[in-house]
């Protein structure tokens, strides 16, 4: 066995560094790309490959052009990964790119850094610029105020508008960052087409043959836009069919039949090798104490760090939320989900958080209306778009549709109904959590929070 370290990311400054020792064309990740594509087909090795690449750059770069998008191997474009500083954006704008799941994220955290003295002024907002700086102000000062008052700042974030400024630590490959390019530059927001633009700078200029296809058709323009929905939902919602929870709403649309059968099937039929149809029939002569007593088997030894196994992946399940965009932008990032978000909507509620004492609901209730009232102004005067969202706080609720498997949301559970979890989140996976162990009294037996768990974690 050879295993060889053929590159890795360092930063920067470290490569400006290099660039005085090493020629200027060589420094491009497009060499290891071009030399992976070869290794189908060539049999040369893979050091043999990557050396004949850096001889000849340009070839290499023709090569990519051919195999990626001549021939259709877009994947050879996931071998150069790119890893980029965001700054100074709007949380608006944060939301839009983290909508692509495959890449890395770190965000500011609006838990534990204080914010609300920096804000975006959206090029669409020129004409009431004014109102949008009265709402900041509001918001600013309300801020401070619930913070010099001892109520947390992830608590005080609430009442914090989508133009806030922030950062993102983004590690993605040329692939997705060519589709991050594209989806942000047919975005309606002004913000979105600029960041495309510098985007394409900034990795266009390292990857020229793997960054090439950005211009938005009609469809793209469509399909990526992020506007409102011009029906308006309705003020008094009947939400009797959800189960609510502080922070939301939320309901199971759908789940797979039989969930506790169909995961013991699956382990039965991979485990034995006697497929679907015999392993079903054994399961299904089970009484509910013998499944118990398999998933037992199946669990004794994990321990609350190890994921669950494949088989809990044959359970998928739909949920219709409504929460927060405060607790969203916790959800969007587990990517190993669909997440169908819609936008943000006034008429859905207000989360206020409980920390927040009635001596501050007069002032609250005014800082909502009037960032609801601005938001209706602008559009009035621009139609349904999507800017409008800017003047929205993240205390407002939006509506996501979120299919997943059951390992997924194992991980979910583990994670966000830790004692250490946000509240509103937290809140949403215990009322999640509680209605999948009516439905799945076996397999869901080992869900819950780390903490909850067990005693003796040390974090
Ligand atoms: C208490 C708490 C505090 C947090 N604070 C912050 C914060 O301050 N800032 C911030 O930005 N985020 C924060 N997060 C979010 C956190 O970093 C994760 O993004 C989030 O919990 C989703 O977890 P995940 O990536 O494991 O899930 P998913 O994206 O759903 O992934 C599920 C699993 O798939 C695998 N996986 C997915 N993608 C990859 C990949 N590219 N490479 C390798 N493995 C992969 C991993 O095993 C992962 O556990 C916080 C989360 C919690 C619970």
């Known amino acids: 066995m050879k295993v060889t370290l053929a590159g890795y990311n360092i930063d920067i400054e470290t490569i400006e560094a290099a660039r005085q020792a090493v020629s200027e064309h060589l420094m491009t990740p497009e060499t290891l790309s071009a030399a992976y594509a070869r290794i189908s087909r060539s049999p040369k090795t893979a050091g043999e490959l990557r050396s004949e690449a850096r001889e000849n750059v340009e070839k290499?770069?023709?090569?990519?052009?051919?195999?990626?998008?001549?021939?259709?191997?877009?994947?050879?474009?996931?071998?150069a990964v790119f890893n980029i500083d965001l700054e100074g954006m709007s949380r608006f704008l944060l939301e839009e790119i983290q909508r692509h799941r495959l890449a890395s994220y770190t965000e500011k955290s609006q838990r534990y850094v204080r914010l609300g003295d920096d804000f975006l002024y959206p090029e669409e907002w020129s004409d009431l610029k004014s109102e949008l700086k009265e709402l900041h102000d509001r918001c600013s000062e309300f801020y401070q105020k619930l913070c010099e008052a001892d109520i947390p700042g992830e608590d005080a974030r609430y009442f914090l508008p989508f133009t806030t400024k922030t950062q993102l630590g983004m590690t993605i490959n040329a692939r997705?960052?060519?589709?991050?390019?594209?989806?942000?530059?047919?975005?309606?927001?002004e913000e979105s087409r600029l960041l495309a633009t510098k985007l394409h700078e900034i990795c266009g200029e390292v990857t020229p043959s793997l960054i090439r296809y950005i211009v938005p058709s009609e469809?793209?323009?469509?399909?990526?836009?992020?506007?409102?929905n011009p029906v308006i939902t309705k003020k008094d919602q009947d939400f009797t069919m959800y189960s609510e929870f502080h922070g939301g709403y939320i309901r199971l649309?759908?789940?797979?039949?039989?969930?506790?059968?169909?995961?013991?099937?699956?382990?039965?039929?991979?485990?034995?090798?006697?497929?679907?149809e015999d392993a079903k029939i054994y399961i299904d002569s089970l009484s509910i104490d013998e499944k118990a007593s398999y998933?037992?088997?199946?669990?004794?030894?994990?321990?609350?760090?190890?994921?669950?196994?494949?088989?809990?992946?044959?359970?998928?399940?739909?949920?219709?939320?409504?929460?927060?965009?405060a607790a969203f932008a916790q959800l969007k990032r587990h990517r190993i989900s669909s997440i169908g978000h819609s936008f943000l909507d006034p008429n859905l509620g207000f989360t206020v958080p409980k920390s927040i004492s009635t001596e501050f609901y007069t002032e609250c209730k005014k800082l909502i209306s009037y960032s609801e009232s601005i938001y209706s102004r602008f559009i009035e005067e621009n139609g349904?778009?999507?800017?409008?969202?800017?003047?929205?706080?993240?205390?407002?609720?939006?509506?996501?549709?979120w299919t997943l498997n059951l390992r997924e949301y194992y991980h979910f559970s583990r994670l966000r109904q830790d004692a250490h979890a946000q509240w509103d989140i937290r809140n949403m996976a215990n009322a999640m959590t509680e209605k999948l162990r009516d439905m799945i009294p076996v397999c869901s037996q080992f869900l819950g929070g780390k903490s909850e768990l067990s005693s003796d974690i040390e974090y």
């Not at 409008?388 to 509506?399: C, K, Q, T, V, W």
Request: hydrophobic share 45%; charged share 15%; glycine share 6%.
């Open 60 to 79: 290499a770069r023709k090569s990519n052009r051919n195999i990626v998008f001549e021939m259709g191997h877009a994947s050879i474009a996931e071998h």
């Open 176 to 189: 997705s960052a060519e589709h991050l390019i594209l989806a942000l530059a047919s975005s309606t927001l």
């Open 295 to 325: 998933f037992s088997g199946l669990t004794e030894s994990a321990t609350i760090h190890d994921r669950m196994t494949v088989d809990f992946e044959h359970v998928v399940m739909t949920w219709d939320i409504v929460l927060s965009a």
């Open 219 to 228: 469809y793209h323009r469509r399909m990526y836009s992020s506007g409102i």
């Open 253 to 276: 649309v759908n789940i797979t039949e039989n969930p506790d059968n169909t995961i013991l099937t699956a382990n039965y039929a991979r485990n034995t090798g006697v497929g679907f």
């Open 384 to 401: 349904p778009v999507a800017a409008a969202a800017y003047a929205l706080l993240s205390g407002h609720r939006r509506r996501v549709m």
